[in-house]
């Protein structure tokens, strides 16, 4: 098995063998103006110019482990891979795309809705597909007709009659593991037929793309439920600490959700192992990230993929940035000694600090992306700390 795992990722070492980073190649960022900043002063200072390319409605992005920028345009339906510097790369058409996440042999893996034909002709559904693209050996971003898999709901105990329930459904964000599993969010009404697990659930795939489970949490008690993911939306796991595949990196997520009824849209799901398998729970966190009413409808979450631990999320016009408990804002040496100093912005808008449905969230080499949709840009931040 581990010998057939890395003939698998050989193609993808081939590719990053030849690069000046980590994972693929590192855009110099010196065409950024530092700003001018006096005393304990921090802020997110824009990043200009905004990445447009003629984009109609961006409602998702992700930093690449090949340091490339994968943003969903779905109005186009169409997957736009960038560098670090905002320059397109190439782009590819997908049906129905919403969200998208990248494993770590660098195949992307997109979410959508496709065709499947029924008994008749005639029948023609669009279901919920998670869409796996190809990297191909050599190659640095997208490529045309490089799907090579889809993965069609329904899956569940071998069910193979598409129901009304398949069509309604949808699936609604997706991240990697560190052993390349994946989870998928997908929301809808009522319960699987045969198996009766809901449809609002999050949903787990091994690394061959085989639905697994539907995740269940523990409660207080020891009560646990298979209901508990209510219209999960927006999901977000841990970054990969190492090269070892695999490894200890935790299993933990960020997970939102759009029901009005829920009065934490946004929670930290930790993942433990126990004797009767893997065991999932909300963790405590600041009140600040826990705050009730603090979210509307929260569309993008994505941690820091560096030391800070940051967590950001984008809700209607705003984004927020919380330390890796929890709490807004990030640790400041000043003159008074460690201050927490509040960094969030937001404001409805076209302003270099205002947003127009704001929607997905990435992070990469200390600067914050925003999929402004109804503004059909991203923006691009950096702490003013940070610039040297």
């Known amino acids: 098995m581990k010998n057939l795992f890395w003939m698998a ?27 001018q900043s006096a005393g304990d002063e921090v802020s997110y200072v824009p990043v200009f110019p905004y990445i447009t390319n003629g984009m109609q409605y961006p409602t998702a992005i992700i930093a690449g482990n090949d340091n490339l920028l994968y943003v969903v345009d779905s109005a186009a339906q169409q997957l736009i891979c960038y560098d670090e510097a905002g320059r397109e790369q190439s782009r590819m058409t997908v049906p129905g795309i919403r ?38 050996a050599g190659r640095y971003g997208l490529g045309e007709d490089k799907i090579v898999k889809r993965i069609q709901q329904p899956f569940l105990l071998g069910r193979t009659a598409v129901t009304t329930l398949d069509t309604a459904a949808d699936f609604n964000g997706i991240a990697v593991l560190p052993d390349n599993q994946y989870y998928v969010t997908r929301s809808g009404n009522g319960n699987d037929p045969i198996s009766q697990v809901p449809y609002s659930a999050v949903l787990l795939f091994d690394n061959r793309d085989r639905f697994k489970t539907t995740l269940s949490v523990s409660g207080d008690g020891g009560a646990v439920y298979n209901d508990f993911f209510r219209n999960p939306g927006a999901i977000a796991t841990l970054p990969a600490r190492s090269l070892v595949i695999p490894n200890n990196d935790p299993l933990d997520f960020l997970i939102s959700t759009s029901d009005p009824a829920e009065v934490l849209p946004v929670r930290y799901i930790t993942v433990s192992q126990g004797d009767a398998g893997f065991n999932y ?47 807004e804002g990030i640790q400041l040496r000043t003159s008074q000694g460690l201050q927490l100093r509040k960094v969030s912005f937001g404001g409805t808008g076209n302003g270099p600090y205002q947003f127009n449905r704001a929607r997905g969230v990435a992070y990469l080499n200390q600067v914050v992306y925003v999929a402004d949709a109804g503004n059909r840009r991203v923006c691009r931040y950096k702490l003013s700390s940070d610039f040297r």
Do not use: H, W
């Open 9 to 35: 990722l050989l193609p993808a070492l081939a590719l990053l063998s030849g690069c000046n980073d980590m994972f693929g190649r590192k855009t110099k960022l010196d065409f950024i103006t530092p700003p």
């Open 281 to 327: 729970n909300v963790k405590l966190m600041a009140p600040e990230l826990y705050a009730p009413g603090r979210f509307v409808r929260p569309q993008g979450l994505t941690f820091a993929s560096d030391a800070t631990g940051y967590i950001f999320v984008t809700d209607k016009d705003s984004l927020f940035q919380f330390d890796a408990q929890g709490a």
């Open 99 to 136: 969200a998208v996440a990248q494993d770590r042999t660098l195949d992307i893996l997109a979410l959508g809705k496709d065709r499947i034909v029924g008994a008749e002709p005639s029948d023609v559904r669009q279901v919920p597909t998670i869409f796996r693209i190809a990297v191909k």
